[in-house]
């Protein structure tokens, strides 16, 4: 049998860390390079234990049908999570307009596409390593009105120390709301990232806001909650006003004060 020493110790942290440091640089060079019409922040990286229990609570919270990372890839470790929060100027576009945004609905597209890039680079780079990647599927088919996703990224994000979730059922980050997020699982181990111990959501924080709740053209927001249906049908609607670029999106309760939060 073989104990870790202190030497061991110090070694596999410093791998840990080399590791966190190439993925973390992966993921905001191709963001600083996208090859889209989008243009992003500064991306967020954070990371999560496969085995943290908070996975499991995930499906008494969203649903059975949401599953574990160990159900998608057994040998995860970790549970890798970025967002790509977009640029000022498209959440400034949105904000102004009470129509649905072109530019907006074609950030959606094109940073679905970014993250599978992005995803495919990092895992052909830890390949490379022996360490082994899976994406899970998100999975919403915006075509079928079923809710019940096998995989939430912003819920991943969520574990991962991104960010709280406001009032708009959306994470809010350190960089806030507006943009998408990834998830890469891997074979490695990668110590978490911490969770936030305070509210990024001015409304849950005990202040006056709820922004959200104005903005949202199709009256699906309330402070209590989203209906999930109403939502739907704006997004798509939304969308259907550019049928050429063959997405759905709305995020007008993703311009509020918490879109980019370190304005
Ligand atoms: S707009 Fe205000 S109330 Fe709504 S999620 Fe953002 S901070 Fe919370
Ligand atoms: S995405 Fe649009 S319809 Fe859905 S809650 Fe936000 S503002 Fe309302």
Redo the contacts with the bound molecule.
């Keep these: 049998m073989h104990f870790k020493n202190n030497t061991d110790q110090n070694n596999t942290d410093q791998n840990n860390t080399d590791l966190k440091n190439r993925i973390e640089k992966i993921i905001k060079t191709e963001a600083a390079n996208p090859g889209t019409e989008t243009r992003y922040r500064e991306p967020l990286v954070g990371f999560a234990s496969a085995d943290d229990p908070i996975f499991d609570e995930m499906k008494e919270i969203i649903g059975p049908y949401h599953l574990h990372p160990k159900e998608i890839f057994p040998e995860a470790k970790t549970v890798v999570s970025f967002f790509l929060p977009f640029e000022e100027k498209l959440v400034e576009l949105n904000r102004k307009s009470s129509d649905p945004v072109k530019e907006w609905v074609q950030a959606k597209g094109e940073t679905d596409s970014l993250i599978v890039k992005i995803n495919e680079k990092l895992a052909a780079e830890l390949s490379k390593e022996i360490i082994n990647a899976v994406v899970p599927e998100a999975a919403f088919d915006y075509t079928k009105s079923g809710f019940d996703v096998a995989w939430s990224h912003k819920s991943a994000a969520y574990a991962a120390g991104l960010g709280t979730f406001?009032?708009?059922h959306?994470l809010?980050t350190k960089a806030g709301?507006a943009g998408r997020f990834g998830t890469l699982l891997i074979s490695a181990e990668i110590p978490p990232t911490p969770r936030p111990s305070e509210e990024f959501?001015?409304?849950?924080k005990g202040g006056i806001?709820?922004?959200?709740?104005d903005r949202c053209p199709a009256g699906a927001l309330r402070a209590g909650g989203l209906d999930k249906k109403k939502c739907l049908k704006q997004v798509r609607e939304s969308g259907s006003a550019f049928p050429e670029l063959k997405q759905v999106a709305c995020g007008k309760?993703a311009t509020?004060?918490?879109a980019l939060r370190s304005r």
């Design positions: 406001g009032v708009h959306m809010i709301c959501c001015r409304h849950k806001c709820l922004v959200c709740v309760c509020g004060p918490c």
